[in-house]
Structure formats: C-alpha cells, structure tokens
C-alpha cells in the first residue's frame, strides 16, 4: 500500500466517523452521510481518482465476501424459484428498454461503442444492491418475513447474473473461446465455494474444537485464497470474493464468533465502499446529469413495479410484493465493479462512468429515505391499484375450515404459537395459526389443524382466517404495527396482543386491546419469584436448577429453538 492511499485512507475515515456521528445523533442511516464524506474528501487533490478505484475495488470485493456468508441457502429455497420468475420477468422487460436507451444515449453523445456502452448502461438498470437492500431490509430477512425472504433471493439471482456479464467483460479478448473459458473459471469457483461449504467449513469447525477464534481467522484465510486464485488466473477479486463467502457457513456453535468478526470487519469495509464511491462524483457535464437522471428513474420507480407487478402475477398480495420490490431500487455494487473494471479497461465512455456513479450515490443515499415512506406509498398508489386482488399464494399454502366460528386466531408459530396450539388442541378447542415464514409451512401442515401463511399486515389473510367469526385473537409478535393493524380489524373478538414496554401497551389497551403482554415485564417478575424463592429457603437452589434444565431439555426436544421466526 502506498503512502499516498495511506493518506487517502485515512482523510476518507476521519471525514466518514465525524459524519457518522452526526447520523448517529439524528438516528438516521449513516449511508448517505458516508457519501456526503466522500463528496466533500474528493474535492481534495492529494485524493487521486486511482486510490479511490483501488480502495472501491476492494471495498465492493469484502462486501460481497460478506454477503455471501450472510446467504442463508435454506431460507431463500422456500422462494427461491418465485424470486427467479419475478427476476426474469424484470430481465426480460427492463433489459431490453434499458438496452435501447443506453444505444440511443452513445448515438446521441458519439460513443465509440455504443452497443458495449448500452450494455453497461442496461447493467446498471437492471441488477440492484445486495449490500444496500440487505441492510434496509435487515430486521425482516433477521426475522424470516416473506419479502425479505424474496428479496434476498432476487439479490441472488442478479449477482448470478452481474458475475456473468463482469467475467465476460474482463475476457482476454471478446471472442467464443475466452468468454468460455471465464465463464468456465467463474463456475469452477463457484462449485469450490459450494463443495467447501458442504464439507469443507465443517472439517474446519471440527478442527478449530469449539475455538470461535480460529474459525473467524480460518475464514479470513479462506477469502484471501479465493482472492489470490482469483488474480492468478485473471478472474476480479469480486468473484473470488463472492465465491468464498459462499464457501463458509454462518451456522452452527461458532456462528457467533464468525458473524461478530464479520460484521465488524465489513462495518469497515462497508465505510470504505460507500466514502469511495461518494469522492467518484464528479461535477456532473450536462449529457452525464441527463444519462445518471435517466438511470436513476428507470432504477428508483421502474424496476420496483414491475417487481412488484411480477410478484403479484406469482400470487403473492400486493403488501408483500410492494415491499420485496421497495428494497430493489438502487444501482447494484456489481454494476459499480462493471464500471470500474471497464473504465480500467478503457471500453466504457468516461461521461457513462461518471453517469452510472453519480446515479448509484443518488439511488443509494435515497433507499433508506424511500424504506421510511413505505408504508405512505402503498397506502396512498399500491393499496388503491392492487389491493383488493386475492392473494394465489394465501389461498395456496392454507388449511382452513369453513365452518369454523367461535374459534382463536393465533399470529405467529414460534415458541409461544406453538405451545398456545398445543394447549389448544389439549382442550379440543378450533383455532386458525397466521404465520408468516415460508420456512414453517411443513410445519403448519404437520401440526396445526387450520393455518394460514400470509402477512398479517395485509386484509385477505385475517378474512381468510375467518376474523369476523372469531371469539379471540391472540397475538405473540410486538410489533407496534401489527398490533395497530389488529386493533383495526373489523371483528368482535377479544384482543391479546404483546408489547415491548408498558407505555407502548398503555396506548394498545386505550385503543381497544384486551390484555397486552408486556415482554420485559413478565421476564422480570419471573425473575424477581426466582430470587425470591431462593432467599425464602422454600426452593433449594439444587432444585430450582433440576426444574430449569427439565424446563430447557423439554423445549429443545419439543423444537422451541431461535430459528423460529418471531411471526
């Protein structure tokens, strides 16, 4: 590393955490304060468009290690192949009018490939951001929601697709045999990744005898072979990245220690990706303003609709698909890796470069804005235009009885949803389980007489549970929206609902709620009774552990365990 990219690195940092705490104060998303430190670090001379390239390529390359690692096989399979319909459809209807407009912009600004630079520009429109969708859409992949689930599956498939268009422009020449041959090397590692994460990450974990340390270092040395592979046949670093993080697993006993490493190390890296690409900026000539506002209306208001239009046609409602496609409307780190790799290569027109930067910052810096307004959106466009279509995939994946009346409506099939089912069924009592998880349809069909799996955010899954009919709702998810939304509901059943702190079920109980379970409060009561028991004499502590590992062997043998998802 040079003295000079020492310095760059170190300007870029000192700008980038004074401006995070500014974010941080505010609570606001520290991404379009990273680009505004970027913006501003650029404008210094002794910060060189070369360093900045150099420090961008490896930024991407770790975040895309990062994301690998983060891919939860299992959990995208559930959706994996609606993801890809609702992908190709985007493809195959974006594409090609991406593609036109990006042949009539080199004609019009006298590219000298046009058709070359088109595919750059159509690149750039059609794949989205795995780094920055993961993250605006943290909380609902963490709890197994189903638009986080399809998401994460079209992030996949367009990093599929970013991989196979980056090998073919990185190609020796642009001829049959060396396109084949970089595709070829591009599967080859990919297979690795996959063959290593089957058995190799294992025979690792077993070695390392529970040492979560060595695990984190034994992954990092994972990457920089993958890394140095890369480079020596010729292949970007971010293939070899991407095929690495896929090569380690984030599961297991030692998924703690890897997981902390790795996300403290991409917080870092996640900092130098999104400062670099910030200082890229260049005061923009009016054929790049034109071009980057083109592409960023195409990414930001184009490809959610008709994501959100093709997950409608796969039968999903139009709440879900509205908010799997709200996080797919920003300009992909694999169209910026494009970008860089061409430009380094000298096939892509400097004002389209500039074009692509300038549209990712701004898409970038918008999502996390855009993710507060969701639900304004879809109340105010969405709900009107496609709200009152049925949902095919409610009607698919439930079991529910017409006759039912009288009956409990349970939300949520994890611990709690699954002992109320139990208690249930003891007492020969009719209840319908609303669940949310793909993941947890098996298990629905197995163990619960009627269910639903849907969004219980949206209308037609509490019709189709038959809400009206209902004596009681119960609900185990604390979420201040849901249990708005079940406030809300025209039914004379009594309302139980679960709340994260005492002034929040204040609020519930005014607006109508029945009982509200406050989390916190019943764990510190149970604990308060535990101390209580000890200092009394009554329960001698040798007891009182025999009950507690009675207590936890029978939730373990009964599948009570923190994959279930909270609803």
């Not at 700008?15 to 970027?38: D, E």
């Not at 949206?458 to 185990?476: H, N, Q």
Request: glycine share 8%.
């Amino acid at each position: 590393m040079t003295e000079q990219l020492i310095i760059a690195l170190a300007v870029l940092f000192v700008a980038a955490g004074l401006l995070s705490l500014v974010a941080n104060q505010f609570g606001l998303s520290p991404i379009p304060f990273y680009i505004l430190a970027g913006l501003l670090v650029g404008r210094f001379e002794f910060v060189t468009p070369g360093e900045v390239l150099t420090l961008a390529q490896w930024g991407i390359a770790f975040l895309v290690f990062v994301f690998g690692i983060r891919l939860d096989f299992s959990n995208v399979q559930s959706v994996l192949r609606d993801a890809e319909v609702a992908a190709s459809i985007q493809l195959l209807t974006v594409g090609p009018v991406a593609f036109a407009i990006g042949y009539a912009f080199g004609d019009l600004f006298g590219f000298e490939e046009p058709l070359r630079n088109a595919l750059y520009f159509s690149a750039a429109v059609v794949l989205s951001s795995s780094l920055v969708g993961g993250q605006v859409l943290r909380r609902e992949i963490q709890d197994n929601l189903v638009h986080g689930r399809l998401a994460s599956s079209i992030h996949f498939f367009d990093d599929l697709v970013a991989i196979a268009v980056l090998l073919v422009i990185t190609a020796d020449a642009f001829t049959a045999d060396a396109i084949t041959s970089q595709l070829g090397y591009g599967v080859l590692f990919l297979a690795v990744g996959l063959l290593f994460y089957r058995h190799g990450f294992p025979i690792l974990v077993r070695l390392a005898d529970g040492d979560g340390e060595l695990v984190l270092v034994g992954s990092i040395s994972i990457l920089v072979a993958f890394l140095a592979a890369a480079e020596y046949v010729g292949l970007s670093i971010v293939v070899g990245a991407f095929a690495a993080g896929i090569a380690i697993r984030e599961d297991g006993t030692n998924a703690l220690d890897v997981r902390n490493g790795i996300d403290s190390i991409a917080d870092f890296f996640g900092a130098i990706f999104f400062v670099t690409i910030g200082a890229l900026v260049s005061v923009p000539s009016p054929e790049v303003a034109i071009m980057a506002a083109v592409l960023a209306g195409l990414v930001f208001i184009l490809n959610p609709l008709v994501h959100t239009l093709a997950f409608v046609y796969e039968g999903y409602d139009a709440r879900t698909a509205f908010l799997a496609s709200s996080s797919l409307n920003q300009v992909s780190e694999f169209s910026l890796i494009i970008a860089i790799q061409a430009l380094l290569l000298g096939t892509i027109a400097d004002a389209l470069f500039e074009a692509i930067i300038l549209a990712a910052v701004v898409t970038m810096a918008l999502t996390p804005a855009a993710r507060r307004w969701k639900d304004r959106v879809f109340q105010v466009v969405i709900s009107r235009l496609l709200g009152g279509q049925r949902s095919r995939k409610v009607d698919e994946r439930s079991e529910v009885d017409a006759d039912l009346d009288d009956h409990v409506i349970i939300l949520g099939y994890g611990r709690q949803g699954r002992r109320l089912v139990e208690r249930l069924e003891a007492v020969d009592r009719s209840y319908v389980v609303i669940e949310n998880d793909p993941i947890l349809w098996d298990d629905l069909r197995a163990n619960c007489r009627n269910y639903v799996l849907g969004d219980a955010m949206s209308e037609y899954p509490w019709k189709k549970a038959g809400v009206d009919r209902a004596s009681l709702v119960v609900s185990t998810v604390d979420q201040r929206e849901i249990s708005e939304t079940i406030l809300a509901l025209e039914a004379d059943a009594d309302l139980l609902l679960r709340s994260a702190s005492t002034d929040e079920a204040e609020v519930l109980l005014d607006a109508g709620a029945t009982y509200v379970t406050v989390t916190n409060v019943v764990a510190g009561k149970e604990l308060v009774e535990i101390v209580e028991a000890i200092f009394d004499g009554g329960t001698p502590p040798s007891a009182l552990k025999a009950e507690h590992l009675k207590t936890l062997e029978a939730i373990e043998r009964d599948g009570f365990d923190t994959r279930y998802s909270r609803y």
